[in-house]
């Protein structure tokens, strides 16, 4: 009885917000409710069956044993996700996907300085790999530099746990990403081979950047990112976009094999049973051992959410500085694990950690947040006055995904230094317009440079 609830429960939770994506949604495929439900198929859904089958696969089941966690943790999960959605569905109002997606196309049609975007994207890619390899004590770039990088991605800074992951030195890496989003936009609204030819150099660039970062996600970014890019822009769904995409995707997977393959020394077939045991995703066991481990005594009443503030000191400076990851926090003093490293909160897990089961509120809070940022970013007066449509995939997007799958303040760090960076690029390599009225009359506006 427990395993049907649950199913249906999971099943539940992945649906709603799916329909949702698609009546309301701003962008086809990847809007924020189109997120919302993906990560909850991965990391709930396919998780809850995958335990039916076999509940060793269970990552929960390593610390906890208690038959009755799991459905109050999935039960505290759906309630989550709920209120994300309900959250999202009062912020929406009216708006002209149409006119939107125009915007978007002007801008992406008079990209500029593509030779520089692209020499600077390489350079800065170049740069920044050497400066990693320097810092965790390469030599060169090589199979075992790689399968170095892949099993470990941190350096020890102290015996509690605490690492440097190098993410002020990986901040660099927005600019090829960004670079690639650009160009990418440019080739479908133009129709450019050029533009064409070094997206798919670029993208090559980016699973380059994912190898030496020793993370997967990074791949699972590389699609997104192109899959919103595409949309935001009015790609269409013909087969043979289709093909291409179910083709990439398809290489995504076996790469990510491979870097399972560099981190547990040949185990790379085992790559779905990893990450159904493992916390990826809006993840169900951490939700289970949240609602099992941590008690009112210890809730942090939302000081997590404002680690943030000590999170700009770079640890040359102050070595012994703490974690703003919260997934340190939850492995170290909430599973009581000092082994170092960390494990993913998740958003509902952060929630909970910080208010118990009122953390359901802050579903609503980040619901609401999805819905106006996605609306902000995507309409067409802010998209030709300041290039914003192109925010969503290389911002927003991982803001979502932290939110979901991390924590808030790692996320907002890491993003301010990109945003830097990120604004610098659009400066430079973006026209941009001001829209002006052409009659009292007249319904609708021109747009002029």
Same mark, same amino acid.
């Not at 086809?28 to 189109?34: A, D, G, I, Y």
């Not at 309630?79 to 999202?88: D, E, K, M, Q, T």
């Not at 199979?143 to 993410?167: E, F, M, P, R």
């Not at 398809?250 to 020394?265: E, K, N, P, Q, V």
């Given at each position: 009885?427990?395993?049907?609830?649950?199913?249906?429960?999971?099943?539940?939770?992945?649906?709603?917000?799916?329909?949702?994506?698609?009546?309301?949604?701003?962008?086809?495929?990847?809007?924020?409710?189109?997120?919302?439900?993906?990560?909850?198929?991965?990391?709930?859904?396919?998780?809850?069956?995958?335990?039916?089958?076999?509940?060793?696969?269970?990552?929960?089941?390593?610390?906890?044993?208690?038959?009755?966690?799991?459905?109050?943790?999935?039960?505290?999960?759906?309630?989550?996700?709920?209120?994300?959605?309900?959250?999202? #569905?009062?912020?929406?109002?009216?708006?002209?996907?149409?006119?939107?997606?125009?915007?978007?196309?002007?801008?992406?049609?008079?990209?500029?300085?593509?030779?520089?975007?692209?020499?600077?994207?390489?350079?800065?890619?170049?740069?920044?790999?050497?400066?990693?390899? #320097?810092?965790?004590?390469?030599?060169?770039?090589?199979?075992?530099?790689?399968?170095?990088?892949?099993?470990?991605?941190?350096?020890?800074?102290?015996?509690?746990?605490?690492?440097?992951?190098?993410?002020?030195?990986?901040?660099?890496?927005?600019?090829?990403?960004?670079?690639?989003?650009?160009?990418?936009?440019?080739?479908?609204?133009?129709?450019?081979?050029?533009?064409?030819?070094?997206?798919?150099?670029?993208?090559?660039?980016?699973?380059?950047?994912?190898?030496?970062?020793?993370?997967?996600?990074?791949?699972?970014?590389?699609? &997104?990112?192109?899959?919103?890019?595409?949309?935001?822009?009015?790609?269409?769904?013909?087969?043979?976009?289709?093909?291409?995409?179910?083709?990439?995707?398809?290489?995504?997977?076996?790469?990510?094999?491979?870097?399972?393959?560099?981190?547990?020394?040949?185990?790379?077939?085992?790559?779905?049973?990893?990450?159904?045991?493992?916390?990826?995703?809006?993840?169900?066991?951490?939700?289970?051992?949240?609602?099992?481990?941590?008690?009112?005594?210890?809730?942090?009443?939302?000081d997590s959410y404002t680690w943030w503030r000590f999170g700009w000191i770079p640890r040359a400076f102050w070595e012994?500085?703490?974690?703003?990851?919260?997934?340190?926090?939850?492995?170290?003093?909430?599973?009581?694990?000092?082994?170092?490293?960390?494990?993913?909160?998740?958003?509902?897990?952060?929630?909970?950690?910080?208010?118990?089961?009122?953390?359901?509120?802050?579903?609503?809070?980040?619901?609401?947040?999805?819905?106006?940022?996605?609306?902000?970013?995507?309409?067409?007066?802010?998209?030709?006055?300041?290039?914003?449509?192109?925010?969503?995939?290389?911002?927003?997007?991982?803001?979502?995904?932290?939110?979901?799958?991390?924590?808030?303040?790692?996320?907002?760090?890491?993003?301010?230094?990109?945003?830097?960076?990120?604004?610098?690029?659009?400066?430079?390599?973006?026209?941009?317009? #001001?829209? &002006?009225?052409?009659?009292?009359?007249?319904?609708?506006?021109?747009?002029?440079?």
């Amino acid at each position: 009885m427990d395993v049907f609830l649950m199913i249906s429960l999971a099943t539940c939770a992945t649906l709603i917000p799916l329909w949702l994506g698609h009546s309301y949604g701003l962008v086809r495929l990847v809007s924020p409710m189109h997120l919302l439900a993906y990560f909850c198929l991965f990391g709930f859904l396919v998780k809850v069956i995958a335990y039916a089958i076999n509940p060793d696969l269970a990552f929960y089941r390593r610390f906890i044993d208690s038959p009755s966690a799991m459905p109050l943790g999935a039960l505290y999960l759906t309630l989550f996700i709920l209120a994300v959605c309900v959250g999202y #569905r009062l912020a929406c109002k009216t708006s002209d996907r149409g006119q939107n997606m125009a915007a978007a196309q002007a801008i992406a049609a008079g990209l500029s300085r593509r030779s520089l975007l692209s020499f600077g994207a390489f350079a800065v890619t170049l740069a920044t790999i050497i400066v990693i390899l #320097r810092a965790r004590g390469f030599e060169g770039l090589d199979a075992g530099a790689l399968a170095g990088l892949n099993s470990a991605k941190q350096i020890n800074v102290n015996a509690d746990g605490i690492g440097a992951t190098l993410a002020g030195i990986k901040s660099f890496f927005v600019i090829p990403k960004f670079a690639f989003i650009l160009l990418l936009a440019h080739g479908v609204v133009t129709g450019q081979r050029r533009s064409q030819l070094l997206t798919g150099v670029l993208g090559a660039l980016l699973v380059v950047i994912a190898l030496v970062s020793g993370d997967r996600f990074e791949l699972v970014e590389l699609i &997104i990112f192109a899959v919103a890019t595409y949309m935001i822009v009015g790609g269409q769904l013909a087969p043979r976009t289709v093909v291409l995409g179910f083709v990439s995707i398809c290489g995504m997977c076996w790469i990510s094999a491979y870097m399972t393959s560099l981190r547990h020394g040949g185990d790379g077939q085992q790559l779905v049973r990893q990450i159904v045991g493992s916390t990826y995703f809006l993840d169900i066991n951490a939700a289970v051992m949240m609602t099992h481990k941590v008690t009112p005594d210890s809730y942090l009443m939302g000081d997590s959410y404002t680690w943030w503030r000590f999170g700009w000191i770079p640890r040359a400076f102050w070595e012994a500085k703490p974690a703003i990851d919260l997934g340190v926090f939850f492995k170290r003093d909430v599973m009581g694990l000092d082994t170092g490293g960390a494990f993913n909160v998740t958003g509902p897990g952060e929630a909970f950690m910080n208010f118990g089961w009122a953390g359901i509120a802050v579903g609503g809070v980040l619901g609401w947040i999805y819905r106006k940022g996605e609306a902000c970013l995507l309409s067409d007066q802010t998209t030709l006055r300041y290039g914003t449509a192109f925010l969503y995939p290389i911002l927003f997007y991982p803001f979502i995904q932290a939110t979901l799958q991390s924590s808030f303040s790692a996320f907002i760090v890491g993003a301010a230094a990109q945003g830097i960076l990120i604004l610098g690029i659009i400066a430079m390599c973006l026209k941009r317009y #001001r829209l &002006i009225p052409i009659s009292p009359i007249q319904k609708g506006a021109r747009y002029a440079v």
